[in-house]
């Protein structure tokens, strides 16, 4: 060993710089061979990382050193601790020279990932009232770690410009669907319910007089005229029906155990390659053999049109038929002929439209940028039009010479189109497809106003920046220390910032996976779509709550509320206030926990167990992996290739606990199981689809204790104790994720010591969320590149 070169070396950087810090350089010393260089030295090399030759060449490992000990990974547990001075002494000497060191670049272009593309095409063109999405015309982004923002791995082909393409000139044909300067008359359809159809024969009659469905899944709609709505605008469907045939069939097999509800949503027509964009959007319950009526407006975009529904009737009726005949409950002849079950019988369908509350339209005004239709055959007023379409797809000011190419593109396309309308929709369609467009750009070092309002707005609202963001961008005022401040304040309460709140907890806990590996339908018969989206927005609605109520971190470890309605209330075994009348609706309601319940903060929601479950068993390695590397932020590595995966003892002759005993007695897997096992203990208490259990089976036991960060813990709910009591850990892991969020990037060693600086501010209010959240947005995180 030699740690007098490793002295040298921190001493000689320190004194490279003139830093008054190189007398504690030396104090360091003792505590780098008493708790580092034992293990970490030329000839043992602990995790591949030698301590005592350390030189000038290994910038990079300064970094990952200070890493390792501010988030307490080293030393391990098992090894003698430093005290926390200390750690807090070589954390920022390690710290300070990882700050000496050059500053790696980063990707100065990001493009917009999927749904960002959605929220700014909407936005740029104005296309809010209907159901149309940019983004379904654009493959899902293929991030492999990381958030979606990460710049890296939002990479671009020759097939995705053609998708976006497809999706810019679709999107300006919704937006752009007509230049008239009045607006059309409204029209009346009655649909004939004799051309009613989207049913298979076998599930309708119909004739003049009514159309008669009895199947759940079809959407049943007109044909001809009625089929697409040929421009969009607001319309007024009516429906008068009734539920018909209660008892009709002579086994009650149809799973229908309310009246027949009908249900009135919004589809697309004419996009086969694309799956289809579909809104369910009322719900209204019949009564037997008594016709009711209904109606509704809704916007309708163009191509689209309304269907009807049975909403909870018989997905595949044949499906129980067969079912029924094997089990001799009914015989071949009760099951010839047409089905007859309980259906819906539709005798009115009407539509009338389009209606207008301004005209032009908003998609029109806003893609223009006027209130009036310009004359276009006026050479300035289509410069002017084209100029402030260009300013807001870029983002930015537009230079006389970049107009002059845009000019002539769209008077070349007019030459050939000879049609002003298709013009304007060719030229802004390339706009939309280019680089300025699809990417944010940003420089060296400090940001620009206009790189910073695009960073900001993509940070809260996942959208291109609004009019008073640009206008103080164009002003130069944004970069100002108190405009800024009031800006963020101004973005994180607007509602938009549902979905900085929404999608940066689907990633930073992984819900996006929920759903991808079910529970098990024999184990688990209760486990439906519906449970399934409770379970997401308790945790997505738990995490708004913290946020725009500025509540500390804390409350994600351990907490004494959450949101409940009846199907959560049931599978936590948690009586609501109020009876079942506080949720009758299935909406989320936020309900006091019962003391003592481990069901406080995130570790006890039926998500996160779900989704740490393979769907018919648990996994403490499983678990505790997703707790290291999502929750606490310090992922283990990798299992070494030549170990053999655990497979579980299916007899039930051994417990999980004793088989990873066994499995980390080999010196190659203890390492990792010490700091990851104990966590996947806590929540054995939990099985696959979140119900808390005492048992696996009635001869085993759960066993939850377990020791982490050098404390033993009996349950899950003496583990919050321990990671509640540092907050600091978890806090800086947070404020790392939610930077990299915000930045579209890693972060780098130069960034932690804002890092540093927001933790320990944050630190005096008890690490409350919005007040996290904003001092990032206000730091050089969000300033600077």
């Not at 008054?20 to 030396?26: F, G, H, R, S, V």
């Not at 809260?460 to 800006?487: I, N, Y």
């Given at each position: 060993m030699?740690?007098?070169l490793?002295?040298a070396?921190i001493?000689c950087?320190?004194?490279?710089?003139?830093d008054?810090?190189?007398?504690e350089?030396?104090n360091t010393k003792s505590?780098?061979?008493?708790?580092c260089?034992?293990?970490?030295n030329?000839?043992e090399?602990?995790?591949?990382?030698?301590?005592?030759?350390?030189?000038?060449d290994?910038?990079?490992?300064?970094?990952?050193?200070?890493e390792?000990?501010?988030?307490?990974?080293?030393?391990?547990?098992?090894e003698?601790?430093?005290?926390?001075?200390?750690?807090?002494?070589?954390?920022?000497?390690?710290?300070e020279?990882?700050?000496?060191?050059?500053?790696?670049?980063?990707?100065?272009?990001?493009?917009l990932?999927?749904?960002?593309?959605?929220?700014?095409?909407?936005?740029l063109?104005?296309?809010?009232?209907?159901i149309?999405?940019?983004g379904?015309?654009?493959?899902?982004?293929e991030?492999?770690e990381?958030?979606?923002?990460?710049?890296?791995?939002l990479?671009t082909?020759?097939?995705?410009?053609?998708?976006?393409l497809?999706?810019?000139q679709?999107?300006?044909?919704q937006?752009?669907?007509?230049?008239?300067?009045?607006?059309?008359?409204?029209?009346?359809?009655?649909?004939?319910?004799?051309?009613m159809?989207g049913a298979?024969?076998?599930?309708?009659?119909?004739?003049?007089?009514?159309?008669?469905?009895?199947?759940?899944k079809?959407?049943?709609?007109g044909?001809?005229?009625?089929?697409?709505?040929?421009m969009?605008?607001?319309?007024r469907i009516?429906?008068?029906?009734?539920a018909?045939?209660?008892?009709?069939y002579?086994?009650?097999?149809?799973?229908?155990?309310?009246?027949?509800?009908?249900?009135?949503g919004?589809v697309s027509g004419n996009r086969?390659g694309?799956?289809e964009?579909?809104?369910?959007?009322e719900?209204?319950?019949?009564?037997?053999?008594?016709e009711?009526?209904?109606?509704?407006?809704r916007?309708?975009?163009?191509?689209?049109?309304?269907?009807?529904?049975f909403?909870?009737g018989?997905?595949?009726?044949v499906?129980?038929?067969?079912?029924?005949?094997?089990?001799?409950?009914?015989?071949?002849?009760?099951?010839?002929g047409?089905?007859v079950?309980?259906?819906?019988r539709?005798?009115?369908f009407?539509i009338?439209g389009?209606?207008?509350?301004?005209?032009?339209?908003e998609?029109?005004?806003?893609t223009i940028?006027?209130?009036?239709?310009?004359?276009?055959?006026n050479?300035?007023a289509?410069l002017?039009?084209?100029?402030?379409?260009?300013?807001?797809t870029?983002?930015r000011?537009?230079?006389?010479e970049?107009?002059t190419?845009?000019?002539?593109?769209?008077?070349?396309?007019?030459?050939?189109?000879?049609?002003w309308r298709?013009?304007?929709?060719?030229?802004?369609?390339?706009?939309m497809?280019?680089?300025?467009?699809?990417?944010?750009?940003?420089?060296?070092?400090?940001?620009?106003?206009f790189?910073l309002a695009?960073?900001l707005?993509?940070?809260f609202w996942?959208?291109?920046?609004?009019?008073?963001?640009?206008?103080l961008?164009?002003s130069g005022?944004?970069?100002?220390p108190?405009?800024?401040?009031?800006?963020?304040?101004?973005l994180?309460?607007?509602?938009?910032?549902?979905?900085?709140?929404?999608s940066?907890?689907d990633?930073?806990?992984?819900?996006?996976?929920?759903g991808s590996?079910?529970?098990d339908?024999?184990?688990?018969?209760?486990?439906n779509?519906?449970?399934e989206t409770a379970?997401?927005?308790?945790?997505?609605?738990?995490?708004?709550?913290v946020?725009?109520?500025?509540?500390?971190?804390?409350?994600?470890?351990?907490s004494?509320?959450?949101?409940?309605?009846?199907?959560?209330a049931?599978?936590y075994g948690?009586?609501?206030e109020?009876g079942?009348?506080?949720?009758?609706?299935?909406?989320?309601?936020?309900?006091?926990?019962p003391?003592?319940?481990?069901?406080?903060?995130?570790?006890?929601?039926?998500?996160?167990l779900?989704?740490?479950?393979?769907?018919?068993?648990?996994?403490?390695v499983t678990r505790?992996?997703?707790v290291?590397?999502?929750?606490?932020?310090?992922?283990p590595?990798?299992?070494?290739?030549?170990?053999?995966?655990?497979?579980?003892?299916?007899?039930?002759a051994r417990t999980v606990r004793q088989m990873?005993?066994?499995?980390?007695?080999?010196?190659?897997?203890?390492?990792?199981?010490r700091?990851?096992?104990?966590?996947?203990f806590?929540l054995e208490?939990f099985?696959?689809?979140?119900?808390?259990?005492?048992?696996?089976?009635?001869?085993?036991?759960?066993?939850?204790?377990?020791r982490?960060?050098g404390?033993?813990?009996d349950?899950?709910n003496e583990?919050k104790?321990?990671?509640?009591?540092d907050?600091?850990?978890f806090?800086?892991n947070?404020i790392?994720?939610?930077?990299?969020?915000?930045?579209?990037?890693?972060?780098v060693?130069?960034?932690?010591?804002?890092?540093?600086a927001?933790?320990s501010?944050?630190?005096?209010?008890?690490?409350?969320?919005?007040?996290?959240?904003?001092?990032?947005?206000?730091?050089?995180?969000?300033?600077?590149?």
């Amino acid at each position: 060993m030699k740690p007098l070169l490793l002295l040298a070396t921190i001493v000689c950087f320190f004194a490279f710089s003139g830093d008054t810090q190189a007398e504690e350089a030396l104090n360091t010393k003792s505590l780098l061979q008493k708790y580092c260089v034992r293990c970490h030295n030329t000839d043992e090399r602990e995790g591949d990382v030698s301590l005592d030759q350390l030189s000038r060449d290994d910038i990079d490992l300064f970094g990952q050193i200070y890493e390792q000990l501010s988030s307490r990974q080293m030393p391990p547990d098992d090894e003698m601790q430093p005290t926390s001075k200390e750690r807090e002494r070589l954390a920022r000497l390690f710290l300070e020279l990882a700050k000496k060191s050059t500053v790696p670049e980063t990707a100065a272009l990001r493009r917009l990932n999927k749904r960002e593309y959605s929220n700014t095409v909407r936005d740029l063109l104005g296309i809010r009232g209907g159901i149309f999405d940019p983004g379904k015309f654009i493959y899902k982004d293929e991030v492999s770690e990381g958030f979606d923002t990460e710049g890296e791995s939002l990479v671009t082909s020759n097939e995705l410009l053609l998708e976006y393409l497809e999706a810019a000139q679709l999107s300006l044909r919704q937006a752009l669907f007509t230049l008239d300067p009045e607006a059309p008359k409204a029209n009346v359809i009655n649909v004939d319910t004799a051309k009613m159809t989207g049913a298979s024969r076998r599930y309708e009659t119909k004739d003049r007089q009514a159309y008669v469905f009895r199947v759940g899944k079809a959407k049943i709609h007109g044909t001809g005229p009625t089929q697409l709505m040929k421009m969009p605008g607001r319309y007024r469907i009516t429906v008068t029906a009734s539920a018909i045939d209660q008892d009709r069939y002579p086994v009650p097999f149809v799973p229908v155990n309310a009246p027949p509800v009908l249900g009135i949503g919004i589809v697309s027509g004419n996009r086969s390659g694309v799956s289809e964009f579909d809104r369910h959007e009322e719900k209204f319950p019949l009564k037997y053999d008594q016709e009711q009526t209904f109606q509704l407006e809704r916007w309708i975009d163009q191509g689209f049109h309304p269907y009807l529904q049975f909403a909870n009737g018989p997905g595949k009726p044949v499906t129980q038929i067969r079912a029924n005949l094997r089990r001799g409950k009914i015989t071949k002849a009760d099951a010839t002929g047409p089905f007859v079950g309980p259906g819906i019988r539709v005798t009115e369908f009407k539509i009338e439209g389009p209606f207008y509350d301004t005209w032009p339209p908003e998609s029109v005004c806003t893609t223009i940028g006027s209130n009036t239709i310009p004359d276009f055959e006026n050479a300035t007023a289509r410069l002017y039009l084209l100029g402030r379409f260009a300013k807001r797809t870029f983002r930015r000011r537009v230079t006389r010479e970049e107009m002059t190419l845009w000019v002539k593109y769209l008077n070349a396309r007019y030459a050939t189109t000879r049609d002003w309308r298709e013009a304007f929709i060719e030229t802004m369609t390339a706009m939309m497809a280019s680089p300025d467009f699809l990417y944010l750009q940003e420089n060296e070092g400090e940001l620009g106003p206009f790189q910073l309002a695009s960073r900001l707005s993509y940070f809260f609202w996942s959208t291109m920046p609004d009019h008073e963001l640009f206008s103080l961008a164009d002003s130069g005022k944004l970069t100002e220390p108190d405009v800024l401040r009031q800006q963020v304040i101004r973005l994180i309460q607007d509602p938009r910032s549902r979905r900085f709140s929404d999608s940066f907890v689907d990633q930073w806990l992984a819900l996006d996976t929920l759903g991808s590996m079910p529970p098990d339908s024999k184990l688990f018969r209760f486990y439906n779509a519906s449970v399934e989206t409770a379970m997401l927005a308790e945790t997505r609605q738990f995490f708004r709550h913290v946020f725009q109520e500025n509540r500390s971190v804390r409350d994600f470890i351990d907490s004494e509320y959450t949101f409940l309605n009846r199907q959560l209330a049931t599978l936590y075994g948690i009586p609501i206030e109020g009876g079942d009348n506080a949720i009758s609706d299935g909406k989320l309601v936020l309900t006091r926990l019962p003391k003592g319940s481990p069901r406080g903060g995130i570790l006890g929601h039926a998500s996160v167990l779900t989704l740490t479950s393979n769907g018919v068993e648990t996994s403490p390695v499983t678990r505790g992996v997703w707790v290291l590397a999502n929750f606490m932020g310090t992922p283990p590595p990798p299992p070494p290739a030549e170990v053999p995966a655990l497979v579980p003892d299916l007899n039930g002759a051994r417990t999980v606990r004793q088989m990873l005993e066994k499995h980390r007695s080999d010196p190659a897997c203890m390492s990792c199981h010490r700091r990851m096992d104990p966590l996947g203990f806590a929540l054995e208490a939990f099985d696959p689809v979140g119900r808390f259990r005492t048992n696996y089976s009635k001869r085993v036991k759960v066993s939850t204790q377990g020791r982490y960060m050098g404390q033993n813990f009996d349950d899950i709910n003496e583990l919050k104790q321990i990671l509640s009591s540092d907050l600091r850990l978890f806090a800086r892991n947070l404020i790392v994720r939610l930077s990299e969020y915000a930045k579209g990037r890693k972060l780098v060693s130069a960034d932690y010591a804002t890092v540093e600086a927001i933790l320990s501010a944050s630190q005096k209010d008890g690490f409350n969320l919005k007040h996290i959240v904003y001092m990032i947005a206000i730091s050089d995180l969000m300033t600077h590149r």
